[in-house]
């Protein structure tokens, strides 16, 4: 059984520490607390499934660097930054670095709840697809030599025809290949295939692989 994704409060304010764990406790949520952005990313939470609940003004380190830092470790986290009417440009920073949402000082709890509860259902979807890329890797690494060549060309747009002449091969050849490649890559179509050839790829790229 999967754990139960936790939320995280990092605010340098005891009071809203509290208030805010005892309001998501009474909804159901694993809700810990951390002082400090620096006691955040000192502890096990960045490599946990759940959501990150931010101020963004805090000693030492605030809400903004410290994404920063989760996406430098590619911490697959979604935050929520909190912010003061003042901090708005700073928010508007984070979404722009990949916060999920910002919440203005004083926020409404159900704005609250509704935003975490997007901010977990963006996570899970980031992992599913995080599996299946995956998976689709592993299938590529089961294919032959020539099966690949027949796969990069094919996810480069190219006819039966042309590949046949460029890898020097029978269009009758390149049917068979073809047929092996979308069995062993689960793909329903060749756009499918593409799809899923073009994702690999950008996640690669990504990486720095």
Do not use: W
Not at 6 to 30: C, H, M, N, P
Not at 117 to 133: N, P
């Amino acid at each position: 059984m999967a754990p139960v994704p936790a939320i995280f409060i990092v605010d340098d304010d005891e009071d809203v520490r509290v208030s805010l764990q005892t309001l998501l406790k009474a909804e159901g949520y694993a809700a810990e607390t951390f002082e400090s952005a620096m006691a955040f990313l000192a502890s096990d939470a960045p490599t946990r499934r759940g959501c990150l609940i931010a101020d963004i003004r805090m000693p030492d380190m605030d809400g903004l660097a410290l994404q920063e830092e989760l996406v430098r470790r590619k911490a697959e986290l979604p935050v929520i930054i909190v912010t003061g009417h003042g901090d708005v440009p700073l928010a508007v920073r984070a979404m722009k670095a990949g916060a999920v949402d910002f919440l203005e000082k004083p926020y409404d709890e159900e704005v609250l709840l509704a935003s975490i509860r997007r901010a977990l259902a963006a996570a899970e979807e980031a992992s599913e697809r995080a599996a299946s890329l995956h998976e689709a890797e592993a299938r590529i690494a089961s294919l032959t030599e020539r099966e690949r060549e027949v796969l990069d060309l094919l996810a480069a747009g190219k006819a039966n025809k042309v590949i046949a002449y460029e890898l020097d091969i029978s269009p009758r050849t390149v049917e068979i290949h073809r047929a092996r490649v979308m069995e062993k890559m689960r793909a329903k179509s060749l756009a499918e295939l593409v799809r899923m050839v073009v994702a690999i790829d950008e996640r690669r790229s990504e990486s720095g692989r």
